[in-house]
């Protein structure tokens, strides 16, 4: 890895634990550099400044959610990042709690990658059907996903109903007519 690729690459994990914690506004790019371990000049010399190291923190957060853990299952992936802690997921919740633009400017090259591929088989719609499907198939998914530190200590739930819960769901138990 390159110097200046490390350097970047600190710079945006410090951000999304920073970040993650404290919110955009309530971070100094002071505080994220201390955390790196690199320069103050280091943002504007890999980002151009705070905003746009925050974009790039979120779009690593955004990656590390999306990114299939391991062998398993999406549903053990996503309640391993939720029962850890993520500091990614804390980035995402925090900018989901900020009105979501720019997380949802981060997550729209992966969905738009899953939807290009998608091609519905012959008879079963037309690509905006099975867009629209697929929406509806992972929109519940997502949002108890990240409503689970929420979730979780509210309602007493335990493993046990977490594992029901992502396993009802998911999008690919869904019965067809």
């Known amino acids: 890895m390159e110097p200046d690729a490390g350097t970047r690459e600190r710079l945006v994990q410090a951000a999304i634990r920073l970040f993650g914690e404290r919110g955009y506004h309530a971070t100094p790019v002071r505080t994220i550099c201390a955390h790196a371990g690199v320069n103050l000049g280091a943002v504007s010399y890999h980002f151009g ?3 746009q190291l925050y974009r ?3 779009r690593s957060a955004v990656e590390t959610i999306l990114r299939p853990g391991g062998s398993g299952p999406a549903a053990d992936h996503l309640a391993a ?3 850890a802690g993520s500091p990614d997921v804390r980035l995402l919740l925090h900018d989901l709690a900020d009105g979501g633009e720019i997380a949802l ?3 729209a090259p992966h969905l738009r990658r899953t939807l290009e591929r998608l091609e519905p ?3 079963e719609g037309t690509p905006a059907a099975v867009r629209a499907a697929l929406a509806r198939t992972l929109a519940p998914l997502v949002g108890a ?3 689970w530190p929420v979730l979780r200590p509210g309602f007493g739930l335990g493993d046990v109903e977490r594992r029901r819960l992502l396993d009802a769901l998911l999008p690919f138990r869904e019965e067809r007519p």
């Open 56 to 58: 790039a923190a979120l």
């Open 49 to 51: 400044g705070k905003r």
């Open 145 to 147: 996903a990240l409503l």
């Open 121 to 123: 088989a012959e008879g």
């Open 105 to 107: 400017e981060a997550a």
């Open 81 to 83: 990042l939720l029962e």
